[in-house]
């Protein structure tokens, strides 16, 4: 071929082992400019040929040019911007305000450059500002070096110059790829194409047998194929609605986003006069703008306790009117939906308790964030029968968030205009570390129950939360536009998982699940740390978790923190069955911080340089006992406790934590919980009641959740005739260890 752009497609890769067979090494780049084609086309034959084996050997490098953007080829055609703004200035002057209309869209930035190289200055002393020239004459620099980067002379331009120009967006740095070609070890010059397919003929004449048939690439991928997918919120949305399923609530009837004023607001005993009724915070409808049918006998009734009161309530004392209640709007809560069921449930001849709850759009006038959208999802769940108390409220929210994974719950005293008492529903982040906000709850008051026909006696609970923020949080989405609106990335709609609610039968494999995930924070975390000090050169061989091999002779070298106040008495019991499988050297020392040493005092006869390990405890000035160990802090007695655990488990020592059953550890956790941070009184009730049932804290044998409690009673001077027997109990048990 005396070109390439005279072969055919299937012609490329002929050509390229042609010429390779003679120069026995081709580049891409130069190949494609001799050849006057696409380096493109090149690069696409330089694959196939890859395919067929090792026919050839590529290897990839880069060069770096640089091109002139949009802005920068109209400086190479037209000048600079500040040339340009210079040349606009006659000798005489002009007005500023003149010479930025003249300039157009480039003024701003030429008059800016311009006065930087003082070209130009404003004289104010006329009154209006007015450009006048400082240099008789200026060189256009800038637009010299774009038509110099335009040829391809870039190398003449100084390379900071350069960077220069790229921060105005004149320039652009780009980097492509291209192929050098060597033969490879199977490299021929003529390419067979294999056949894909066991034919009839192929059969029937034999030459199957000396045919090389292409072989079948198991691991390729099937053709996708097309279908919907749910949204991220619909999958959260089944899981919460099968929950209240299981929990035997019914769902409510949610269909009309459009609702009136009066069973928004006024059935709900909020005062006409309530901000949220102001249009900064709902979006009311124009057409039809008002309703009209509402019960009138209910009607009545809402009015009078509103301006009169009722039911032994004064009401808010003002002109209740039917304009407001009559106006149109698109929902703010799915309270509204409740209301209506309410009363339906009320126009009944005998009351029967319902179980109720919706998970549909609400509606509010927000400004737009993150973590905000004008339209949003509300889960609401409503109880409803005789003699309801704020504790069933409390039980019935436990049991829901239970159901989600969610045990640790408390609940503050907050305000809503249609719930006496309410309570805003607050869970503890194990990521964040702290109580977040999660939801709200209350009882419906009297105001609004009886006006509906409700028989006195009957109660109301209710609770809600939002569905856009468990799911950001299931998925780990950050901003909401991100999962609702017109900014939704498809291919994330496509692609998520489904939704699974860490949902437990018992307390114990609950308190397992959260347990596995504390350690595995923990040992990322101690990851991490490695890894950085790996990097600083500090050797940190250790086994798989924080407990090493002590093969190495140096398992551990740990420095205590702890206040004179508190001695870790679990130390001393630990140390002593650290001794009996490992060679321990520990001393005890005093801070300045502090006046005088605690009563406890660690010792031993070995060397730290023999010894596998080295525990050195200081009495300090310090908050919690806090463990440093290869660079990383470990707080907190109990925490202290389970890492020593773990290094006797590593030599079979004791079975005193983790290489129990999972059910004790589970339960040793939780007693370590609770013991955390006990005060005298409760250590001293939170015993004696556990040894009621059994011999030690957690079952038949010592663990370490009677080693902290030994120790916390030390510490407090706890002492009665049950703590004294099992003090002793302990005592003898690690003796025998």
């Known amino acids: 071929f005396t070109s390439l752009r005279e072969c055919k497609m299937q012609d490329f890769g002929s050509l390229i082992l042609e010429e390779l067979d003679k120069a026995n090494q081709l580049d891409s780049l130069k190949f494609a400019q001799r050849h006057e084609v696409d380096e493109q086309k090149i690069v696409g034959a330089i694959k196939s040929l890859e395919s067929l084996g090792d026919v050839i050997q590529t290897k990839i490098y880069q060069v770096k040019s640089w091109q002139l953007t949009a802005e920068g080829k109209e400086v190479a055609a037209n000048g600079s911007h500040e040339y340009r703004v210079y040349s606009a200035v006659p000798d005489s002057g002009i007005q500023q305000s003149k010479l930025m209309s003249s300039c157009g869209a480039f003024g701003k930035v030429g008059f800016s450059k311009a006065m930087s190289a003082g070209w130009i200055k404003i004289d104010k002393s006329q009154g209006a500002p007015v450009v006048m020239k400082l240099v008789e004459s200026a060189s256009d620099t800038v637009g010299e070096h774009m038509v110099l980067i335009q040829k391809g002379e870039s190398e003449k331009v100084d390379a900071k110059l350069k960077g220069e120009y790229k921060k105005r967006k004149l320039l652009e740095e780009v980097v492509d790829k291209h192929y050098t070609i060597n033969k490879g070890t199977n490299f021929r010059t003529k390419i067979e194409k294999a056949p894909t397919e ?225 309570m805003e529903i607050f869970s503890y982040h194990e990521g964040l570390g702290k109580w977040v906000e999660i939801g709200n709850s209350g009882m419906f008051r009297p105001e609004m129950l009886l006006p509906m026909g409700l028989p006195e006696g009957v109660n109301c609970i209710g609770f809600g939360l939002s569905l856009e923020r468990p799911t950001m949080i299931k998925y780990k989405i950050d901003n909401i536009r991100d999962l609702v609106g017109h900014k939704v990335n498809l291919e994330m709609v496509k692609r998520n998982p489904i939704c699974r609610i860490d949902k437990s039968g018992t307390g114990e494999e609950r308190r397992l699940q959260v347990l596995n995930r504390r350690w595995a924070n923990i040992e990322s975390k101690l990851s991490c740390i490695q890894k950085q000090m790996e990097v600083m050169g500090i050797s940190t061989a250790t086994a798989h978790g924080m ?63 023999t010894a596998d390990v080295k525990i050195t405890l200081i009495y300090s000035n310090v908050t919690r006992p806090t463990m440093i160990v290869k660079n990383a802090q470990i707080q907190g007695e109990e925490n ?59 079952g038949n044998r010592v663990t370490i959740a009677d080693i902290l409690a030994y120790s916390l009673c030390k510490q407090a001077a706890v002492s009665n005739s049950s703590i004294k027997d099992w003090s002793k109990r302990v005592e003898d048990a690690i003796a025998k260890m």
């Open 547 to 609: 407990a090493a091999d002590s093969s190495d002779g140096n398992l551990m070298d740990v420095v205590i923190k702890v206040h004179p106040d508190k001695p870790p008495y679990s130390l001393q019991l630990l140390l002593n069955v650290l001794k009996k499988r490992f060679k321990v050297a520990a001393s005890t020392h005093t801070h300045s911080s502090v006046k005088s040493a605690g009563s406890l005092v660690l010792s031993s006869d070995e060397s730290r340089i």
């Open 198 to 422: 066991l034919t009839a003929d192929m059969i029937a004449s034999g030459t199957w047998k000396t045919t090389s048939l292409k072989p079948y690439n198991l691991d390729a991928l099937g053709v996708e194929t097309g279908g919907g997918c749910l949204h991220p919120l619909l999958k959260v949305r089944a899981e919460y609605r099968q929950i209240f399923l299981e929990m035997g609530f019914s769902e409510m009837r949610t269909n009309n986003f459009v609702e009136s004023s009066f069973w928004n607001f006024d059935a709900l005993f909020q005062p006409q006069q309530h901000p949220a009724r102001d249009a900064h915070d709902t979006f009311f409808i124009s057409d039809p703008a008002t309703s009209n049918n509402f019960p009138s006998d209910y009607l009545a009734r809402v009015k009078q306790v509103h301006s009169e009161g009722g039911y032994e309530s004064q009401g808010y004392g003002y002109d209740w009117k039917i304009d407001e209640a009559q106006k149109n709007l698109l929902r703010t809560h799915t309270t509204a939906v409740s209301a209506r069921m309410l009363y339906e449930c009320a126009q009944k001849d005998k009351f029967v308790p319902q179980k109720l709850f919706s998970i549909d759009r609400v509606f509010r006038n927000e400004t737009l964030d993150a973590t905000h959208l004008a339209e949003f999802h509300q889960i609401e769940g409503v109880v409803a029968d005789y003699g309801i108390t704020l504790g069933h409220c409390i039980g019935v929210i436990n049991t829901f968030f239970t159901k989600l994974g969610i045990e640790k719950l408390r609940f503050k005293p907050a305000y809503n205009p249609y719930t006496e008492p309410s």
């Open 640 to 698: 202290i406790v389970r890492y020593l655990a773990r290094i006797l488990d590593s030599r079979g020592g004791g079975n005193l934590y983790e290489s129990l059953d999972s059910k004790v550890v589970a339960q040793i956790d939780n007693i370590l919980d609770r013991l955390t941070d006990a005060s005298k009184h409760s250590v001293s009730t939170l015993i004696p009641g556990i040894l009621t049932k059994s011999k030690y804290l957690a």
